[in-house]
């Protein structure tokens, strides 16, 4: 423990350097502490260990120096935000569209070698780009159209776009990666100016992303994650914390049977493969784990289609469980997909069955209505303004972030009227 003091990193290894065992690494959470160890090794003749830090900063012997005088193996910036905290405000102060909830700045690995290849060891902003004199054209590949929530998203897409005088060539991907593989390739033949994409599964990205950015054409990830070697390969991720969503549907379905002895629970997943079904069950897992009356008794895909949802819900209900308590569906087409099921079975879904789903769509305020839905917990589809934005800033010069988070809520039925009045989606 050092505090994030130099001196006190060296003072402390210096008393103890007589006990320390043979040390190969050290990581320190800032650079000066690992130049507090650098200075307490070499006080005690003890070479060849490798240093690693944080922070990063310019300046004499500040994190990017250490690297130089070979002092560090190797540091990572930490940005300070302060740049982006002002900027921010002063979009909001101008009441601009866009603005995202948290955004995570883009740390940056600074080695021996990276500073002899010259790659910006700092997040300043690269050089303005030229003003374009035309248009900005912006290649979109789509999941496709499988959902209310992806019907909203498309939407939401086309008039940013249109509202922001961007020139948006649009492919749908009906649900297929090759098919939105060929459309990146037909984006880099027509040498757009960026590309943005919400991949349907998170592997198999590497080739074409690889392709892109061969061809000078930054792409920016669009509500889905995806699974590469190198996170150069893409500019910036913009959309829900896929993981948060799980938790809050668990935090719900905790609080609503928290007083029951056993909870069997369905689970209906999202596409096989996809960013979101991947993390919304880690995170419902993550909170369950602490309740052990409450199991996932059976849980199969239903790929985010409604009528999946039917089927694989009457598929579970045929095979004999035992009982279901509650339905965690990962969207809520799904949910109301089971929620026919559920009836057509002679269950009462919304009271015997709970249910808590996801997307907060128009079909799940509905359904809660009809006191058939308990809880759906939001994701937002309204990623267009803040797409654009970023394109516009990106093609003004700003060092994007590399993670921008929409802002989502928790809606149950009891509020279910007085919530959804408003609502684009
Ligand atoms: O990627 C977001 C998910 O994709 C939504 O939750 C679902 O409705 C859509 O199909």
């Known amino acids: 423990m050092a505090d994030w003091l130099r001196d006190r990193a060296e003072d402390e290894l210096t008393a103890r350097s007589g006990s320390l065992p043979g040390i190969d690494v050290v990581f320190a959470q800032n650079d000066a502490m690992a130049y507090g160890a650098w200075r307490a090794f070499q006080a005690a003749g003890r070479t060849g260990i490798k240093l690693i830090g ?18 560090l193996a190797a540091t990572f910036t930490c940005p300070t935000g302060g740049k982006e905290a002002v900027a921010y405000a002063v979009d909001l102060l ?18 021996a070698e990276s500073l002899k290849e010259g790659t910006p060891a700092s997040t300043t902003a690269p050089a303005a780009r030229a003003p374009l004199g035309r ?22 897409i086309k008039n940013a776009a249109a509202k922001a ?36 599964v998170e592997s198999g990205w590497d080739e074409v992303l690889r392709e892109a950015k061969d061809a000078g054409i930054p792409v920016i990830l669009s509500d889905r994650a995806v699974d590469v070697k ?32 056993s909870v ?58 035992p009982r279901v308590d509650a339905l965690f569906a990962h969207n809520d087409d799904m949910a109301i997909g089971a929620i026919q099921a559920l009836e057509e079975a002679g269950l009462k879904p919304g009271t015997e069955v709970k249910i808590v789903s996801i997307d907060a769509a ?16 939001e994701c937002n589809p309204l990623l267009g303004p803040q797409l654009m934005k970023a394109i516009q800033d990106y093609m003004a010069g700003t060092d994007l972030p590399i993670r921008m988070i929409t802002s989502e809520g928790v809606y149950t039925a009891e509020n279910a009227r007085r919530d959804m009045k408003g609502r684009e989606y």
Request: aromatic content about 8%; overall charge neutral.
């Open 362 to 377: 128009h079909g799940a305020f509905m359904a809660m209505l009809a006191g058939k839905l308990n809880c759906t917990v």
């Open 54 to 71: 944080i922070d990063g900063l310019p300046g004499p012997m500040g994190g990017i120096d250490l690297v130089r005088k070979g002092i």
């Open 165 to 200: 005088g961007i020139q948006l060539l649009f492919e749908d991907g009906r649900q297929r990666q090759e098919n939105q593989i060929a459309a990146i390739r037909s984006f880099i033949e027509r040498k757009v100016d960026i590309i943005a994409f919400s991949p349907v």
């Open 264 to 321: 069997h629970i369905v689970e209906l997943q999202g596409t096989i493969g996809s960013a979101p079904a991947i993390d919304r069950r880690i995170g419902f897992e993550e909170v369950i784990r602490d309740y052990p009356q409450f199991k996932i008794v059976a849980s199969e895909s239903g790929d985010f289609f409604k009528d999946q949802g039917y089927e694989v819900m009457k598929r579970i209900l045929a095979s004999g469980l």
């Open 135 to 156: 248009p900005i054209v912006l290649g979109f590949s789509q999941v496709g159209s499988e959902s209310e929530w992806r019907v909203a998203n498309t939407k939401s």
């Open 230 to 261: 190198d996170d150069t390969l893409w500019l910036s991720f913009m959309g829900s914390d896929f993981l948060e969503e799980g938790r809050r549907a668990a935090r719900w379905l905790v609080e609503a049977l928290k007083g029951e002895v």
């Open 94 to 111: 101008s009441k601009k569209e866009g603005i995202p909830k948290k955004i995570y700045l883009r740390p940056r690995m600074v080695t």
